[in-house]
Nanobody, 127 residues
């Protein structure tokens, strides 16, 4: 059983920063790509960022390019999403997830491609 536990969300003013963490159980975290999604009320779940199994390649949706950074520390079984210059439109519940297929690349935009999900963490950006 794989568990992903998220932390780091909160309330921040526009222009501020947050770093989300996603801690995975088990010793095989390093073999799997992962992604971050977000979902605002009344909207579809959106693929925000992805990172390959080895951390060598990354993807960002256009709306967060230059502001968000996805990374991973396999020694700590942890993925991160650093969010800078936050905007009110970034307000959402953020989820980390693990790609189903071992040794995958960075681009997996559909939720069905993931087998394990974090519990979600609320990010609220005030103006």
């Amino acid at each position: 059983q794989v568990q992903l536990v998220e932390s780091g969300g909160g309330l921040v003013q526009a222009g501020g920063s947050l770093r989300l963490s996603c801690v995975a159980s088990g010793r095989i975290f390093s073999s799997y790509a992962m992604g971050w999604f977000r979902q605002a009320p009344g909207k579809e779940r959106e693929f925000v960022a992805g990172i390959s199994w080895d951390g060598g390649t990354t993807y960002y949706v256009d709306s967060v390019k230059g502001r968000f950074t996805i990374s991973r520390d396999n020694a700590k079984n942890t993925g991160y999403l650093q969010m800078n210059s936050l905007k009110p439109e970034d307000t959402a519940v953020y989820y980390c997830a693990r790609v189903r297929t071992v040794y995958s690349g960075y681009y997996h935009p559909h939720p069905a491609e993931y087998d394990y999900w974090g519990q979600g963490t609320q990010v609220t950006v005030s103006s």
